[in-house]
């Protein structure tokens, strides 16, 4: 079978396209013949490493999410899975050959959800690291819900620091299906569109209007749930519009490593500064968030594409570097991989 490669960290180049033998699914295993491999910023920077050119022994296949449909099964496995169409999290994560950037992939079988016959290959692909990563920021609040769901946030605001993002849209559209009031902040009058089809209620121009005055004119008390990717610029706006023990959820690091902690306008809310992390995030936690989201996928409830405020950039497998070039370049909207 084609896959892709890299045995060393660094540029995009040192992603190769290689013939690999297929294995068969182990115990508790499941193979997945990958229709879609989706692409987010956590693959490219595994791909870079904390030094270029550092040994990968054994080489790893890249890329987290994926979608395709079941092959074959390993002992332990229900036989009624194969053929079922499927998404894939976490798929490369301490697993060298289990990524989604080949065309079959091994992986545990609790790291495959049943994708709906009316959602898309697309769609599967664009689930993992977004919506889970969305699903943890939104749940993460004091006295707010653990499930996402209809009427979950009702009642309750939600700002989503650059919604036209890939967390960004996928934290639009679950709090939106969870009936919350949704602001966004965004840079340009193209993004704010996006985040719009996306369903949010308010989008704020961050570069051109006042966001501690917009938001505060939209919801007095503040919001409940912020939702953060560059905390490095938006700690002190932040602080001043945060609701009574209300959370600010950290998931990236846009705009610096490091950020002053307003410590009094934190302190006087009861406010909660969350950082956010997949991988080794509660165990308790992943079932629920899994789970609502297999539930917003079959009620029709999350999409992808421009349509909804997230276009897709597809590209052949040969040309993986290219594609997670685009990632690192911060391309608006989702790339995937059409491997089948």
């Known amino acids: 079978m084609r896959a892709i490669e890299y045995s060393r960290t660094g540029e995009p180049d040192v992603l190769t396209l290689v013939d690999r033998s297929m294995t068969d ?22 791909r870079r490493g904390s030094e270029a050119g550092t040994p990968v022994d054994p080489p790893q296949v890249p890329n987290q999410d994926g979608s395709g449909e079941v092959d074959a099964v390993g002992q332990g496995v229900d036989a009624g899975l194969v053929g079922r169409r499927v998404w894939i999290w976490e798929a490369a994560y301490q697993r060298p050959s289990g990524g989604t950037a ?17 959602a898309s290959y697309d769609l599967g692909a664009s689930l993992g690291v977004p919506f889970l990563t ?23 605001t939600v700002l989503v620091a650059g919604g036209a993002g890939a967390v960004g849209n996928a934290a639009i559209q679950l709090a939106r299906w969870s009936d919350a009031t949704v602001i966004t902040t965004v840079s340009s009058p193209e993004k704010g569109n996006l985040a719009a089809l996306a369903g949010a209620d308010h989008v704020i121009n961050y570069k051109q209007q ?9 919801v007095p008390h503040g919001v409940n749930t912020i939702v953060e990717v560059s905390p490095a610029a938006n700690a002190t ?20 490593n490091t950020f002053e902690l307003p410590v009094r306008p934190s302190m006087v809310p009861n406010a909660r500064w969350q950082f956010v992390l997949l991988y080794n995030a509660p165990e308790s936690w992943r079932p629920r968030a899994l789970g609502d989201i297999d539930a917003a996928v079959r009620a029709g409830a999350v999409r992808v594409g421009a349509e909804a405020g997230l276009p897709l950039h597809h590209y052949a497998l040969e040309q993986a570097a290219e594609a997670h070039a685009a990632v690192e370049r911060s391309i608006v909207g989702k790339v995937l991989i059409d491997v089948r």
Not at 102 to 118: C, G, K, T
Not at 137 to 142: A, F, N, P, S
């Open 25 to 46: 699914p182990g115990p508790g295993e499941v193979r997945v013949r990958i229709h879609r491999s989706g692409i987010n910023p956590t693959d490219w920077k595994s």
């Open 102 to 118: 080949q065309e079959y992939a091994v992986v545990p079988i609790r790291h495959v959800v049943e994708l709906p016959d009316e």
């Open 134 to 156: 969305a699903h943890r920021c939104l749940t993460v609040t004091e006295d707010g819900p653990d499930h996402l769901g209809p009427g979950r946030l009702a009642g309750r």
């Open 210 to 218: 006042d966001v501690i005055e917009e938001v505060r004119e939209i």
């Open 237 to 256: 706006i932040d602080a001043a519009i945060i609701a009574m023990h209300g959370s600010v959820a950290i998931y990236a690091t846009d705009g610096g």
